[in-house]
């Protein structure tokens, strides 16, 4: 039941990020709501998991939020899906939506000839990072010029491989 409902939301992010570049608040509270009443149900699969693996997205996702290099809508999404995945599953999901992300955002640049562009906001990126804001810029996904994607789909592909192909730690 959880990897059906999972894949409900992750496909209804998608489908939003892709014609609209926005997640509304309904597909993924919704979904959290959802993951972890299911987890709470007598015999569904145990609640705790599905709260650490939400809160362990939090950790992940809101100080990339906050730097403004992650839109709150995939913030978001990506809690409900370490709801419904865990703490294991969410991370699983997070890297492979990451190398999904990373691919797409290479093929954006490329298509739009701006992968010069997209390699020096990186660049900044990880220096402002590591010098915690002291030098760089700080990059942002609203600033003008900023390679952007509809990153729900590298989050939605990131699930469903973390559903399929898990990690074996």
């Not at 894949?7 to 959802?34: C, H, K, M, Q, Y």
């Not at 007598?42 to 939400?54: A, C, N």
Request: proline share 5%.
């Amino acid at each position: 039941m959880l990897g059906g409902l999972l894949l409900v939301t992750v496909v209804l992010a998608a489908l939003s990020d892709v014609r609209e570049r926005r997640i509304p608040n309904w597909i993924s509270v919704s979904g959290l709501f959802l993951a972890l009443a299911v987890r709470a149900l007598p015999g569904g699969p145990e609640l705790m998991p599905g709260l650490t693996g939400f809160g362990l997205a939090a950790l992940c996702t809101v100080p990339m939020f906050a730097f403004g290099v992650m839109g709150g809508g995939d913030t978001k999404l990506l809690m409900a899906v370490g709801g419904f995945l865990g703490p294991v599953g969410f991370l699983a999901a997070f890297l492979y939506a990451a190398l999904v992300g990373g691919v797409m955002a290479f093929w954006n640049a490329h298509r739009t000839d701006s992968l010069r562009a997209l390699v020096q906001r990186t660049i900044a990126f990880v220096i402002t990072t590591a010098s915690l804001g002291r030098r760089g810029i700080a990059a942002s996904v609203s600033a003008p010029g900023a390679v952007t994607i509809p990153y729900g789909v590298a989050i939605a592909l990131g699930a469903v491989a973390a559903q399929y192909l898990p990690f074996a730690l």
